[in-house]
T-cell receptor
Framework: KQEVTQIPAALSVPEGENLVLNCSFT??????LQWFRQDPGKGLTSLLL?????REQTSGRLNASLDKSSGRSTLYIAASQPGDSATYLC????????????FGKGTKLSVKP | NAGVTQTPKFQVLKTGQSMTLQCAQD?????MSWYRQDPGMGLRLIHY???????DQGEVPNGYNVSRSTTEDFPLRLLSAAPSQTSVYFC?????????????FGAGSRLTVL
């Protein structure tokens, strides 16, 4: 069964720290991987999408990497700010899945001022 | 640009009642889907559609029906509500399959079944 795992479930860091969120997935035949942000009581906002042929994507202070062979992706957040506090979810689309995504359970990030 | 609009935002039902959660998108997206989000379970796919007139089941379809008569709308029907269907429901869409394109989510509908 295809699964997506995110560790840790929660993370607390002081403001200004660089941090890495981890995502692992079974089965390397993925189509793409997406990182989302979810604020409490809100919907999900797409942050970065990495196609299976890519190694990384960057947007501002965010950098996502993909290593298909090891079944891992990381989301790097530089110079964290209190406004980065949210739950970050990783989602994987596999080949033959008709475009559907399987989500990890997320990492809840708290950035302390 | 409204994006993905879900109504209602909150709903309380009694066991056995039926209702429809509405989802509309104005981006001309072919792919639409419904997820439910439960504490400790993450997001799970209920039903999805790859175009008007085409629907299929996801991971947890039991107790739910969908239809896709237009590109814009993808309603989710609860036939006979049960307490196990208490959850937050999200509708999402993308240009084509979510595996190829960014998935855009609605703000969610919180459903409580008593």
């Amino acid at each position: 069964k295809q699964e997506v795992t995110q560790i840790p479930a929660a993370l607390s860091v002081p403001e200004g720290e660089n941090l890495v969120l981890n995502c692992s997935f079974t089965d390397s035949a993925i189509y793409n991987l997406q990182w989302f942000r979810q604020d409490p009581g809100k919907g999900l906002t797409s942050l970065l999408l990495i196609q299976s042929s890519q190694r990384e994507q960057t947007s501002g202070r965010l950098n996502a990497s993909l290593d298909k062979s090891s079944g891992r992706s990381t989301l790097y957040i530089a110079a964290s700010q209190p406004g980065d506090s949210a739950t970050y979810l990783c989602a994987v689309g596999w080949e033959g899945s008709q475009g559907n995504l399987i989500f990890g359970k997320g990492t809840k990030l708290s950035v302390k001022p | 640009n409204a994006g993905v609009t879900q109504t209602p935002k909150f709903q309380v039902l009694k066991t056995g009642q039926s209702m429809t959660l509405q989802c509309a998108q104005d981006m001309n997206h072919e792919y639409m889907s419904w997820y439910r989000q439960d504490p400790g379970m993450g997001l799970r796919l209920i039903h999805y559609s790859v175009g008007a007139g085409i629907t299929d089941q996801g991971e947890v379809p039991n107790g739910y029906n969908v239809s896709r008569s237009t590109t814009e709308d993808f309603p989710l029907r609860l036939l006979s509500a049960a307490p196990s269907q208490t959850s937050v429901y999200f509708c999402a869409s993308s240009v084509q399959g979510a595996g190829a394109n960014v998935l855009t989510f609605g703000a969610g509908s919180r459903l409580t079944v008593l």
